[in-house]
Nanobody
């Protein structure tokens, strides 16, 4: 049972990256999938979530209009497309799985039972 995040790297401000998170050993279609990030010296924070229905998504205000979360249940994979990246987006990005159906506390790290290892995104100015 694991989540494997990938796709991080170094990009200039204004650039784009797409993160992927592949799940194995979990009932992926029934899980909400979230992305969180943790910048150096800061707490881990919510970025985005996509519910199991695939049509319900939520974003933290700072990434709205720039990031898009999506999922491919056939590939057991969730994606985070990040456009117009800013230096303040620099962080380790984590994917996470929540088996609760339409959890109203989707923004809380305590809601997620399974976490990936993280992938580093560095945005240079």
């Amino acid at each position: 049972v694991q989540l494997q995040a990938s796709g991080g790297g170094l990009v200039q401000a204004g650039g784009s990256l797409r993160l992927s998170c592949a799940a194995s050993g979990v009932d992926f279609p029934r899980n909400a999938m979230g992305w969180f990030r943790q910048a150096p010296g800061k707490e881990r924070e919510f970025v985005a979530v996509i519910f199991s229905d695939g049509g319900t998504t939520y974003y933290t205000d700072s990434v709205k209009g720039r990031f898009t979360i999506s999922r491919d249940n056939a590939k057991n994979t969730v994606y985070l497309q990040m456009n117009s990246l800013k230096p303040e987006d620099t962080a380790v990005y984590y994917c996470a799985a929540d088996a609760t159906y339409r959890n109203p506390w989707y923004y809380s790290i305590r809601s997620y039972e399974l976490w990936g290892q993280g992938t580093l995104v560095t945005v240079s100015s």
